[in-house]
């Protein structure tokens, strides 16, 4: 191992993770909570809770509950395995919880994907429109991230690029958590009627384009910890 370098990389991220990965246990157990614990055994509190919704989520209960359960679950997961000292210690847990992952991302992206066709429309002109193709967007994107990021390390076997695929695949599942601090602020202003339908755009563009970046970021760092260390370190640092 690189002594010199790799601390210095881990402790500069470590605080990115953590950062990540805090908010993304809150949503995850908020929003199953909600969904799958409280409103089941009080269903008054669908009454209070998007309301504009209440008719909707009651139809399509079932594709709902399964693309909250999934996504929660997926939320839970996904930081765990970018925890690096997981990663080098563990590396059958990381790849357990790393298919576990990927199955409850394809499943909870289905349930997104036809729910697209049911998100609420909101009072913008073209709301129907601008929140239907962003949620499908998402959920497409979602799919192909994930596909990209099995496919390079089951098949391909190049750790850079699942490394690359696997965190722009995680920004997107945080947009759970983005949407959401969106959606407080729109709620804040009083623009939540009007603006909803905005969301999963601008909580898709900027989450992407993070991860893409940050993940390119830590590629470039690990090709240079292994330009500089010893042969054997090489080999490993390009394994992790
Ligand atoms: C990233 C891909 C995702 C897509 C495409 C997606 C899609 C959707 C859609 C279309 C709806 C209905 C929205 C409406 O009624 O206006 C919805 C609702 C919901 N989704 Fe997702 N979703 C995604 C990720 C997640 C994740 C990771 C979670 C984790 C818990 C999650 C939790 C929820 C919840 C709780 C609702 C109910 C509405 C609310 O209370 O905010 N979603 N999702």
């Known amino acids: 191992m690189n002594a010199e370098v790799r601390p210095r990389v881990a402790g500069r991220y470590g605080k990115v993770r953590w950062l990540v990965a805090l908010p993304s246990f809150l949503v995850a157990a908020v929003m199953g909570g909600l969904y799958l614990v409280a409103m089941p055994l009080f269903p008054a509190i669908k009454e209070f809770y998007f309301a504009q919704q209440i008719h909707t989520y009651a139809v399509h209960q079932l594709p709902l509950l399964v693309h909250i359960g999934a996504g929660a679950v997926a939320l839970m997961l996904g930081p765990l395995n970018l925890m690096s000292g997981l990663r080098r210690r563990v590396r059958r847990a990381h790849r357990r919880i790393g298919g576990v992952y990927a199955v409850a991302v394809a499943v909870s992206a289905v349930g997104g994907f036809f729910m697209a066709f049911h998100a609420y429309a909101g009072t913008l002109p073209a709301g129907r429109l601008i929140v239907t193709s962003g949620f499908c967007v ?76 940050f993940a390119r970021r830590i590629n470039q760092r690990r090709r240079g910890e292994a330009r500089v260390a010893p042969r054997g370190a090489r080999e490993k640092a390009a394994r992790v």
């Open 138 to 213: 998402l959920a497409l994107a979602w799919l192909f991230t994930i596909a990209k990021a099995v496919w390079a390390i089951t098949r391909a076997r190049d750790v850079a690029a699942h490394r690359f695929w696997m965190i722009v695949n995680f920004s997107i599942t945080f947009v759970a958590v983005t949407l959401r601090l969106e959606n407080g602020v729109l709620l804040a202003s009083g623009t939540f009627e009007l603006l909803y339908p905005l969301l999963p755009w601008t909580s898709l563009i900027p989450n992407v384009i993070g991860g893409a970046l």
